[in-house]
């Protein structure tokens, strides 16, 4: 779901710049120092994802899991994948620097949004974990293509209809997100429940 360079209006790309600025400058100061290797293996995790593209249609999808960082680290979801994203865009290419303000909004905003949805209901832990972590990365993924599909066409109006079939696309990838993270937090309430969210940060 990267956005490339050249596309986007001046406007989209100083406010994305501003407002990834600012949720990096939130997410470092509310990481904790002990969650540092935390979020370097997520930022890991959220970069090898990216890379495993999958045939769809005329195009690809990849899995993101944006929602299992927002609800393991907060607003640490910035940090983490400004740092994934930076490394793709000099690495691979994909993306690019110019655009790297509004990809990592598109990605962490909802990872965030996730996380103060449901960690509730994490903390809950029992039966709704598993509903807890499919709804959040389910949703994660939902608003990252609506938020991408947004900034498509406030750049321009012709981008409409590559803007619907950019979230039309995204439908299977938000079910396996969905699976993949109940999975993932179901998984870690076993062997290490200390990882989930406990419902005291801000």
Do not use: C
Request: hydrophobic letters at 60%; glycine letters at 12%.
């Amino acid at each position: 779901m990267h956005i490339s360079e050249g596309v986007l209006a001046a406007p989209v790309l100083f406010s994305g710049l501003a407002l990834a600025a600012a949720g990096t400058g939130i997410g470092l100061r509310k990481l904790p120092l002990e969650q540092i290797g935390r979020a370097g293996l997520l930022a890991a995790s959220f970069f090898v994802a990216s890379l495993i593209h999958i045939p769809f249609g005329p195009g690809s999808v990849h899995l993101i899991l944006n929602g299992m960082v927002g609800l393991l680290l907060g607003w640490g979801a910035f940090p983490a994948i400004l740092t994934a994203l930076t490394l793709q865009a000099l690495l691979f290419h994909y993306g690019g620097l110019t655009v790297l303000g509004v990809n990592t909004v598109i990605m962490a905003l909802p990872a965030v949004t996730g996380f103060y949805l449901f960690r509730a209901l994490v903390r809950r832990r029992g039966r709704y974990l598993a509903a807890a972590g499919f709804a959040a990365g389910f949703l994660s993924v939902l608003l990252a293509a609506l938020l991408a599909a947004l900034a498509l066409v406030r750049s321009d109006q012709n981008f409409l209809e590559p803007a619907w079939m950019l979230a039309v696309a995204h439908l299977p990838v938000m079910i396996i997100e969905g699976i993949v993270t109940a999975i993932g937090v179901s998984f870690l309430n076993r062997v290490h429940p200390a990882l989930l969210p406990l419902g005291k940060e801000a």
